[in-house]
């Protein structure tokens, strides 16, 4: 977790003294202050404390918080910004108001339930505030909690890429992944509520899934998605940007390559 109690009062890693006396935000137990040259700065229970809101956390789950909340910062259309906001029965990633919409976001890295993004998303709804779930790690394939988030804001879900900024991304179940447009949070997204229970199913299965009455927070870009992933004997021509967008933010910064050099070494592939 980057926040933590100190003095009675909410207060970020990075900002807290060495030596000072923690605790948890949501539990109220003792919390270690960790702070290295290589990870971000955080707080963390002793090993094998249980605590529903911080376990499983992992480096690169902080550093998209911690991304999307600075990024959010920074943005004047956004106000009253707060990482990991406690809100009595849940607690959002992330935290911020827009022209009056309050929305809350939820990074997720680890696997979860279906069970457990439709009880959180609920509370969120409960409460009147549109609900973000966003995307660590990128993948070829979508577990069943992703896919039915998916499913839930309208055939997208979003992987963070840097800042507040994500890629509204959509897969068909079918080894095809489409991209849009790189989007941020605060002035690319709007509301969209679905007022009634709906059933739907996740993609390449016959599984139905109840969505119930809830509040999405959903990229406003309109039209299809861009291919992602070429098919089988697919031309040059139907290589996109947003291909090699897909597969450098799948290597270690030192393997990634500039989009023409990529795009040289495609056309080499296919001649």
């Not at 376990?55 to 902080?62: F, K, M, N, V, Y």
């Not at 840097?162 to 489409?178: A, M």
Request: charged residues 20%.
């Amino acid at each position: 977790m980057l926040t933590a109690s100190y003095n009675s009062q909410p207060i970020q890693a990075a900002d807290a003294p060495a030596n000072g006396a923690f605790r948890c935000l949501v539990c109220g137990d003792p919390v270690t202050l960790k702070r290295g040259v290589v990870r971000i700065a955080h707080f963390a229970h002793v090993a094998g404390h249980a605590c529903e809101f911080t376990s499983g956390e992992t480096e690169e789950h902080r550093r998209a918080k911690l991304g999307i909340f600075q990024g959010l910062l920074a943005d004047p259309r956004a106000s009253n910004v707060q990482l990991e906001h406690y809100l009595e029965t849940c607690r959002p990633d992330v935290y911020f108001e827009r022209e009056g919409t309050r929305v809350a976001i939820e990074v997720q890295r680890s696997d979860i339930t279906i069970e457990m993004v439709q009880k959180r998303t609920k509370r969120y709804s409960d409460m009147g505030m549109a609900v973000l779930w966003v995307f660590v790690t990128r993948r070829q394939n979508l577990h069943a909690w992703q896919k039915y988030i998916q499913v839930a804001n309208y055939g997208r879900c979003y992987f963070w890429l840097t800042g507040q900024i994500v890629v509204p991304t959509h897969y068909d179940g079918y080894d095809h992944v489409f991209e849009a447009l790189p989007a941020p949070i605060c002035g690319g997204f709007s509301v969209n509520a679905r007022p009634k229970p709906w059933t739907g199913k996740l993609p390449r299965t016959a599984t139905p899934v109840m969505i119930p009455p809830s509040i999405w927070w959903k990229d406003i870009q309109r039209g299809t998605f861009w291919p992602t992933k070429s098919n089988p004997g697919n031309c040059l021509t139907e290589v996109t940007r947003a291909t090699w967008r897909w597969q450098m933010y799948n290597l270690r910064e030192d393997q990634r390559v500039s989009f023409d050099q990529w795009l040289s070494s495609a056309h080499t592939q296919l001649t």
